[in-house]
């Protein structure tokens, strides 16, 4: 075998392990907030799709899924319309999440823009 061939064959094996490791660690790793305040995109799925929390409480949305996610706060109508004025994430890919803190007492509904079917619900409390 040439030395360019071997070379290349050398380059192709580095980049193929590397893919391997990176992907059987997951690569970088959102952080979960305290239990009960996360939401996880899952298969395809929201869960949990309700919370109750105090106010002043950091909600954290994480992304376990292949496919890209949103958080989008909504007003409660047939079509999860958004909200005016309301908490909006970027599109969050696998392992990234979106934070948001609730300073006042009250019902909040979210969607996801990419998956309309995906919505949840926060009840703030005192």
């Known amino acids: ?3 360019w061939k071997m070379r290349s064959l050398l380059a192709l094996v580095a980049l193929v392990l590397g ?3 990176l992907a059987s660690c997951g690569g970088a790793q959102a952080v979960e907030g305290p239990p009960g305040t996360n939401f996880f ?3 395809g799925k929201l869960d949990p799709e309700s919370i109750t929390v105090k106010v002043g409480t950091t909600v954290t949305w994480l992304n376990r899924d ?3 996610h949103t958080v989008t706060e909504s007003n409660n109508d047939a079509y999860k319309t958004p909200k005016d004025g309301g908490f909006d994430s970027p599109t969050l890919q ?3 999440k979106f934070e948001y ?3 006042k007492a009250g019902t909040y509904y979210f969607k996801d823009r990419n998956y309309p079917k ?3 619900t926060i009840v703030v409390e005192q």
């Open 66 to 68: 292949g496919t890209p």
């Open 94 to 96: 696998n392992n990234q």
């Open 19 to 21: 893919s391997v490791l």
């Open 41 to 43: 995109y899952k298969d």
């Open 118 to 120: 995906l919505f949840g």
């Open 1 to 3: 075998m040439s030395f």
């Open 101 to 103: 803190t609730f300073d």
